[in-house]
């Protein structure tokens, strides 16, 4: 195995960051309240998503891996973008992770780590709209990559906000109907419930999104550049 840990983040990821520092806080406080009750089983549960990997922790885990003779290294930048790049390289067969993000950068194998432990089994490289039963998956797998990296922004990445009522099924939905991100927010923009809902700069944040995903720095092993 090579264990790949996050370099430096994106700058746009700014917004991203901040809410997940108040969703923490937020949590430790649920946590800490369900334990002064006596309450094990949740406050687990809210504690669990309080966590924070600060440099100390990180040191730890790779002097671990030191020890045991497992390979690590540390992206430039996101972990998802570097370890898409060894994949593609054909340094690593698949990929392990908690982050669905991995579709995104073209990773066709991935074991997506659940919270007890299992993981689930995505194959794009074999999977066709036959293999699986929901209409929405259907759809997605139908999809060219960039339009679903289209598809992710319009839900919500990590470099921008999504609009108020579209989830993933419905960022699915809209982007088959419409070909392409900007045809969606042309017909979104069409629709009352959601004129408002749009920032004005929404199209140039869809941009900066797409070129963070498509043009991501990463670490070359074999030429030991970027």
Same mark, same amino acid.
């Given at each position: 195995p090579i264990c790949v840990f996050d370099g430096r983040y994106v700058g746009k990821k700014d917004e991203t960051i901040e809410k997940r520092k108040k969703m923490k806080e937020e949590n430790k406080k649920k946590g800490m309240e369900f334990l002064s009750q006596g309450n094990e089983e949740e406050a687990r549960k809210?504690?669990?998503r309080c966590i924070i990997i600060d440099d100390r922790i990180i040191t730890v885990v790779m002097n671990a891996l030191h020890t045991k003779n497992i390979e690590f290294m540390v992206a430039p930048y996101e972990s998802d973008s570097q370890i898409s790049k060894l994949v593609h390289l054909g340094i690593a067969d698949f990929a392990i992770t908690e982050d669905s993000d991995l579709i995104v950068?073209?990773? @066709?194998v991935v074991l997506k780590l659940c919270p007890d432990g299992d993981c689930d089994? =995505?194959?794009?490289? @074999?999977?066709?709209?036959?293999?699986?039963?929901t209409a929405y998956l259907k759809l997605f797998l139908k999809m060219s990559h960039i339009n679903r990296v289209?598809? &992710?922004?319009? &839900?919500? /990445?990590?470099?921008? /906000? /999504? =609009?108020k009522g579209i989830g993933i099924k419905k960022a699915i939905k809209h982007l088959s109907d419409n070909k392409?991100?900007?045809?969606?927010i042309k017909h979104l923009r069409g629709k009352q419930t959601f004129t408002e809902r749009i920032p004005e700069d929404y199209e140039s944040v869809v941009l900066d999104s797409k070129l963070i995903f498509s043009f991501a720095t990463i670490y070359n092993p074999f030429n030991k550049g970027l």
């Amino acid at each position: 195995p090579i264990c790949v840990f996050d370099g430096r983040y994106v700058g746009k990821k700014d917004e991203t960051i901040e809410k997940r520092k108040k969703m923490k806080e937020e949590n430790k406080k649920k946590g800490m309240e369900f334990l002064s009750q006596g309450n094990e089983e949740e406050a687990r549960k809210y504690l669990s998503r309080c966590i924070i990997i600060d440099d100390r922790i990180i040191t730890v885990v790779m002097n671990a891996l030191h020890t045991k003779n497992i390979e690590f290294m540390v992206a430039p930048y996101e972990s998802d973008s570097q370890i898409s790049k060894l994949v593609h390289l054909g340094i690593a067969d698949f990929a392990i992770t908690e982050d669905s993000d991995l579709i995104v950068y073209n990773v @066709k194998v991935v074991l997506k780590l659940c919270p007890d432990g299992d993981c689930d089994f =995505i194959d794009l490289s @074999k999977w066709t709209p036959s293999d699986v039963d929901t209409a929405y998956l259907k759809l997605f797998l139908k999809m060219s990559h960039i339009n679903r990296v289209e598809t &992710a922004i319009l &839900a919500g /990445s990590d470099y921008n /906000s /999504s =609009i108020k009522g579209i989830g993933i099924k419905k960022a699915i939905k809209h982007l088959s109907d419409n070909k392409d991100i900007n045809g969606a927010i042309k017909h979104l923009r069409g629709k009352q419930t959601f004129t408002e809902r749009i920032p004005e700069d929404y199209e140039s944040v869809v941009l900066d999104s797409k070129l963070i995903f498509s043009f991501a720095t990463i670490y070359n092993p074999f030429n030991k550049g970027l």
